[in-house]
């Protein structure tokens, strides 16, 4: 993917023509997209990480929400964006799927977009509204096959999403109504509300309400149980043996970025991650850091198109 480069010059009327410099980056505000509503995952680390990178790079990281079409519009608004370095994507998963999922998701992921970084990942999560009765996954399932139930995520295409579908149509074989919202924040809410009995959403937004009491949590999807909520199962635990699945929160730049901003902003947010204090506070909210290069991320993000692509086929789900 090639990145460009940009040049100022100047040439004086009366003095001989003067090459100035490019200001070094960042020289003004950078301004960081986040493709879902408040109180979601990419939202929290975005909000986590600006803080430190405001200090780091010397000007303000303003955090800015632009939610809907499961994080499609945060994703055009920046894919359409100025090249300059100063506007960046947070999303989530969601960015490798939504192609697959909608015939014109609006960006073409591989020209359109530079990955910057691969900040963290969480494991997704079930939890139910405390008066629907639930108490577990068997009994989740075993009212889904005699009732009606609900399931609320971040919206269609998100890893949660998809995650849900493939567990209860693929492999539990009942049916649960989808019904999505413009991030996780608003979809734990509604479970805490009762609209909906389920909310199938990465850990972050949720483990807060599960340890006040106001949710249960019933599965995580990682491979072994979680550390910010360990009395809380995982899906293989629960009656689904090799069942294991993560959300993760990248960030990425418009095509034609200057390199020494994506080269940049990766290295400081590295260094962040890299620092205990950062770590405890991602573990508390169930996030595991990633980091790594540009480069690194590419390559995983391009994996995680394949990945999602089959899981969309193999579940049939759809863009609502």
Known sequence: MKLSHGFAFFAGVLLAPVVLAQAAWPNKPVRVVVAFAPGGIADVAARLISVKLTEALGQPVVVENRAGGGGNVGTVAVARATPDGYTVLATTTSVAVNPSLSRDAGYNLEKDLIPVINMASSPNLFAVFPGAGIANMKQLIEKARSGKLNYGTAGAGTTPHLSAEYLFKNLAKVNITHVPYKGAGPAVTAAVAGEVEIASVA?????????????????????????????????????????????????FM??????????RLNAEMNKLLAMQDMKDRLAALGFEPVGGSPAEFGRYVSAEVLKWAKVVRETGAKSE
Not at 204 to 223: D, E, F, H, M, W
């Open 254 to 263: 418009p095509a034609g970025s200057p390199p020494e901003a994506v080269n």
């Open 203 to 251: 850990m972050p937004p949720a483990v807060s309400q599960i340890k006040g009491g106001r949710l249960i949590g019933l599965a995580v999807t990682s491979n072994k149980r979680v550390a910010a909520l360990p009395e809380v199962p995982t899906v293989a635990e629960s009656g689904f043996p090799g069942f294991e699945d993560y959300t993760w929160v990248g960030f």
